[in-house]
């Protein structure tokens, strides 16, 4: 079982948004360019990249999404405190 993953995401505070965005990514709208301009996370600049990070670091409904949706396939929303993100799982170890 995983431990620790890599992701990206994008933060915005409403779920019609998020389901734009998700749309776009899937037809092919490069994740980074989406982060930077739509994402209200520090992390937009860096495309959205979170790093790598240990499971249970982050919310209970992130955590759950990182540590089970398909590798390099953009996933939402899903729904915390923050908001609305959109997340991209690019690796797990």
Excluded: W
Excluded at 13 to 34: C, H, I, M, P, Q
């Amino acid at each position: 079982m995983a431990k620790t993953a890599c992701a990206l995401h994008i933060l915005v505070d409403n779920e019609k948004l998020a389901e734009e965005l998700l749309a776009k990514l899937k037809r092919g709208v490069s994740f980074d360019t989406l982060a930077r301009k739509y994402s209200s996370c520090p992390s937009k600049r860096n495309g959205g990249s979170l790093g790598e990070f240990n499971k249970g670091t982050m919310v209970a409904a992130f955590d759950k999404a990182v540590f089970s949706i398909p590798l390099l396939k953009p996933y939402g929303p899903v729904k915390t405190q923050f908001g609305y993100h959109i997340i991209k799982v690019l690796y797990r170890n």
